[in-house]
């Protein structure tokens, strides 16, 4: 039995494994917005310190050597999650082939859950990898929300401590947690009600 009361356990997917990455600038930003809420906790799921295999096995065979070791590292922490937030850059237009690589090794821990996005990049700051992962978050049964956080010129837009420069980006990131929270208690508090058909 689900306890509806219970805090919200959020799952934060940190996509880039690139050398170098900005990655941990945004995703530490972010993990101070979620530590000031006592509506969530958060489990990061950092791609580039959990390596998942890459290549899939045929449909019904068993998994390649290793992978289930690899697996066990991260697919029960997506499916303990009750929501999901994605850090990502953009990389040629699209997401990092290690968030596919991640959304394409599960399903059912994806099913009737709301992902969230913060995207960071150049010019579009991420926006067209955010506009390509929801229809794939749509085909694992996901419900991506609305709301988004968006840094334009990333690395222009953080202090060398750490705090962002405009205070619009927290702004807009206390409303994306709001409406993960709502969408996340909705969501899990109808499949306590009724098993999710995917």
């Given at each position: 039995?689900?306890?509806?009361?219970?805090?919200?356990?959020?799952?934060?997917?940190?996509?880039?494994?690139?050398?170098?990455?900005?990655?941990?600038?945004?995703?530490?930003?972010?993990?101070?917005?979620?530590?000031?809420?006592?509506?969530?906790?958060?489990?990061?799921?950092?791609?580039?310190?959990?390596?998942?295999?890459?290549?899939?096995?045929?449909?019904?065979?068993?998994?390649?050597?290793?992978?289930?070791?690899?697996?066990?590292?991260?697919?029960?922490?997506?499916?303990?999650?009750?929501?999901?937030?994605?850090?990502?850059?953009?990389?040629?237009?699209s997401f990092?082939?290690?968030?596919?690589?991640?959304?394409?090794?599960?399903?059912?821990?994806?099913?009737?859950?709301?992902?969230?996005?913060?995207?960071?990049?150049g010019l579009?700051?991420?926006?067209?990898?955010?506009?390509?992962?929801?229809?794939?978050?749509?085909?694992?049964?996901?419900?991506?929300?609305?709301?988004?956080?968006?840094?334009?010129?990333?690395?222009?837009?953080?202090?060398?401590?750490?705090?962002?420069?405009d205070p619009?980006?927290?702004?807009?990131?206390?409303?994306?947690?709001?409406?993960?929270?709502?969408?996340?208690?909705?969501?899990?508090?109808?499949?306590?009600?009724?098993?999710?058909?995917?």
């Amino acid at each position: 039995m689900t306890d509806t009361t219970a805090p919200l356990r959020i799952a934060v997917l940190v996509g880039s494994t690139r050398e170098g990455r900005f990655a941990p600038v945004v995703t530490n930003w972010l993990t101070a917005h979620l530590a000031r809420r006592d509506d969530m906790t958060a489990d990061f799921v950092d791609l580039a310190e959990t390596q998942l295999p890459t290549a899939l096995p045929a449909f019904g065979q068993d998994l390649p050597p290793g992978s289930a070791g690899l697996l066990a590292e991260v697919s029960p922490r997506l499916a303990a999650a009750d929501a999901f937030i994605f850090v990502t850059p953009e990389y040629n237009h699209s997401f990092p082939a290690s968030l596919k690589n991640a959304i394409d090794w599960h399903n059912e821990q994806w099913h009737g859950k709301p992902v969230a996005f913060v995207s960071y990049g150049g010019l579009s700051g991420g926006l067209r990898a955010v506009a390509h992962l929801r229809p794939v978050m749509a085909e694992v049964n996901a419900m991506t929300i609305r709301n988004t956080v968006s840094f334009h010129d990333a690395w222009s837009r953080f202090e060398e401590s750490g705090a962002v420069k405009d205070p619009a980006a927290d702004t807009a990131a206390k409303a994306l947690l709001d409406q993960l929270a709502w969408w996340g208690h909705a969501l899990r508090d109808a499949k306590a009600v009724r098993s999710y058909v995917a």
